[in-house]
Nanobody, 125 residues
Framework: VQLVESGGGSVQSGGSLRLSCAAS????????MGWFRQAPGKEREGVAT???????TYASSVKGRFTISQDNAKNTLFLQMNNLKPDDTAMYYC????????????????????RGQGTQVTVSS
């Protein structure tokens, strides 16, 4: 499985960005995919996940601002980020695993065995 992220950049507080993750080799019928982030000096944290049934989960810090979606035909995962805040500044990673996870464990980055190289998001105040 190969995951390649794109779409990061620098925006001002209140701005928007849309991240994309192109997935190849993910041919499993049962999977979980998600976006995770890591800021300097902080642990990696789950941001949003989606599974093969379309069920989504969000970290409380991004709920209502971020939306995860997938285009199965194009094997692409998206993260629409609106009303960005300086605290959202981090390296954002796309990750995947099979089979899909139980809902209580989907935001744990340690539960994913495939991960991309990441794309940087910087939000200035």
């Amino acid at each position: 499985v190969q995951l390649v992220e794109s779409g990061g950049g620098s925006v001002q507080s209140g701005g928007s960005l849309r991240l994309s993750c192109a997935a190849s080799g993910l041919t499993y019928s049962s999977y979980s995919m998600g976006w995770f982030r890591q800021a300097p000096g902080k642990e990696r944290e789950g941001v949003a996940t989606i599974d093969s049934d379309g069920y989504t989960t969000y970290a409380s810090s991004v709920k209502g601002r971020f939306t995860i979606s997938q285009d199965n035909a194009k094997n692409t995962l998206f993260l629409q980020m609106n009303n960005l805040k300086p605290d959202d500044t981090a390296m954002y990673y796309c990750a995947a695993r099979s089979p899909k996870l139980a809902w209580w464990s989907r935001l744990n980055p340690n539960n994913y065995n495939f991960r991309g190289q990441g794309t940087q998001v910087t939000v200035s105040s």
